[in-house]
């Protein structure tokens, strides 16, 4: 074959692609739309202003990562509830196993997913922090 | 204004430093604003964005590199050869921005009674009526391109690095073997206007439509030029003193700050020149329509023509991968060599036919 003709196809894909629309997005201004399933930073529901987590321990169970733990207490109407409900997000694989086993649907996961942080400690987030999250 | 200085008027003199300021400060915005364009032109073709962030449309970026590069640690390797190190950024930045000298960028403009030449090594002459500019112009250019190779080599030897020194033997191996072919693509264009001057050049190629450019006479020869001026620059697919896959970054690994920029500096400035040569040889230089009657067009075709020019060597860039060393030494020893100097003959032929 001649040696012009792939490097002639080559300069025309070149300046074909000049004119594409490019698929950059400008990312701190321009935000990605997260899936309504999107596995991000998890929530803790609320019903009737309280946490609906019941303590059952099957998320800490279930948990690959080993990152949550729970305490259970018990509240002034004798209803078993969380005291300390932690995730640690540096070792969370955000795999969902904590929302598919929760048998009161007191745990979601929410579309943020920019966990950066500059502490070790503020990567614990506690049941406040996970409630704050509507 | 009658007072003479060296049997020349004064306005020579105001009207030499105007050109030479205007002609140095276009050429270096072109090199600054060259690493944006390739930059920009590089990332849409890679349907990207390219810089973004400094400026609008990252327009500062150019400036905010300079800076960057200005304030960062000047590093000079003890085992290092101090002289030859330092010393060697300008001699591969000095002669990038002089060949520009002769390049002619416009016709004559008239100011105040008194004809410039758009050329900085010019001179118009009222008594004879014409104007007078360096006869051995492309000489000149050949030369100075040359003297680059130095810098290169310099600067990969003094570093006192394995993958400096082999850089600056790959650049000066590069340079020599595609020079030859570069200078024998333009002798066929001499054989045709007969002579070196490239005022002469550009006023052979006049014609409204662009009809008398070399490039219809010598499209063989503009091609091996355009090829062989790349290689001689060090650009892709020709960049293989700084192949970063092998050689780190080639010459300039030792070579940081300033001392950086001005090797980056050099390459894009030769870049402008060899494509403002070549826009000059090729492609009638400032000629185009109404060129002669208004002067401010003349250096708009030249810009014009050299942008374009460019626009085309970053396109390359973008498209052609690194050749291998020894595919680069067998196109040049074994193709572009024998088709220059077929090309001469050829040239050679046909003008003893036409003129007999």
Redesign the interface.
Known sequence: MNPFTP?IK??K???D??F?????R?YPTERPKVSPRFRGLHALNMSHDKAKCVACYLCPTVCPAKCITVEAAEDANHDKYAAVYEIDMIRCIFCGYCVEACPVDAIRMTGEFELANYRREDFIYTKERLLEKK | MDTMILGLPMIYYVAMITKVLVAFIFVLLTVAYATYAERK?I???????GP?RTGWHGLLQPIADGVKLFFKEEIIPSSSSRFAFIIAPLIALIPAFITFAVIPFGGVMEVAGYKIPLQIAGYYDTVAGRIFDVNVGMLYILAMSSLGVYGIVLAGWSSNSKYSLLGGLRASAQMISYELSAGLAVVSVFMLSGTLSLHEIVMQQSAFNGMNWYIFKQPLAFFLFFVCSLAEINRTPFDLPEAESELVSGFCTEYSSMKYAMFFMAEYANMVTVCALSATLFLGGWQGPFADTFTILGPLYFIAKLYFLMFVCI??R???PRYRYDQLMYLGWKVLLPVSLLNIVVTGLVGYFISH
């Open positions: 490097i080559g300069l894909i070149t300046l692609h000049l594409k629309k490019p698929v950059t400008q | 032109i990332g849409h073709m890679q349907v990207r964005l973004m396109w390359i973008a498209t052609l």
